[in-house]
T-cell receptor
């Protein structure tokens, strides 16, 4: 079936470096994408979203890129901090009432 | 900042028992959702609710599950006869609008079925 997935289950990054987390999706009908951060024992926390009519969106220290040609979504975190250690999920909405989540990438920040 | 709240944080129940998980969505939100996450796995959609009725449900949301908005603030998920495989984190979420609006998640209820 069609689903949202992530390229790598884990990512280790040096504090202060930039992080890039990738996600591939297969449903070309998806029109809304969100990145969530989940810390241990907590619910998913919204980071940034992007609609399908855009290819880039920036927030505070984060940038989301959408490449509809290859159905690829990425999250870039600038100057990664210890507090960025978490599991990151991409999620898509296909114009209905639910989000479909990918499997998650665990980001570990090394001091 | 307004947030979604859930109670209890942890519920332990015996197989076959009924459980009710409670959520208070953000007050001006109109769409409500339940998701679950089995340990170590991705978040899975269960059901969405709008205007006092189910908008969409997944295959997981079978006849053992039901949702209700008993008053103007609470949103509940009931599992009538729990199974071992129902053990998971259950997240409530809410949003202002439907499909292209951010869903805000609560902290979750950890359900353990023994």
């Amino acid at each position: 079936g069609e689903s949202v997935g992530l390229h790598l289950p884990t990512l280790s990054v040096q504090e202060g470096d930039n992080s890039i987390i990738n996600c591939a999706y297969s449903n070309s009908a998806s029109d809304y994408f969100i990145w969530y951060k989940q810390e241990s024992g907590k619910g998913p926390q919204f980071i940034i979203d992007i609609r399908s009519n855009m290819d880039k969106r920036q927030g505070q220290r984060v940038t989301v890129l959408l490449n509809k040609t290859v159905k690829h979504l990425s999250l870039q975190i600038a100057a990664t901090q210890p507090g960025d250690s978490a599991v990151y999920f991409c999620a898509e909405n296909r114009g209905d009432y639910k989000l479909s989540f990918g499997a998650g990438t665990t980001v570990t920040v090394r001091a | 900042e307004p947030e979604v709240t859930q109670t209890p944080s942890h519920q332990v129940t015996q197989m076959g028992q009924e459980v009710i998980l409670r959520c208070v969505p953000i007050s001006n939100h109109l769409y409500f959702y339940w998701y679950r996450q089995i340990l170590g796995q991705k978040v899975e959609f269960l059901v969405s609710f709008y205007n006092n009725e189910i908008s969409e449900k997944s295959e997981i949301f079978d006849d053992q599950f039901s949702v209700e908005r008993p008053d103007g603030s609470n949103f509940t998920l009931k599992i009538r006869s729990t199974k071992l495989e129902d053990s998971a984190m259950y997240f409530c979420a809410s949003s202002v609008g439907g499909s292209v609006y951010e869903q805000y998640f609560g902290p979750g209820t950890r359900l353990t079925v023994t």
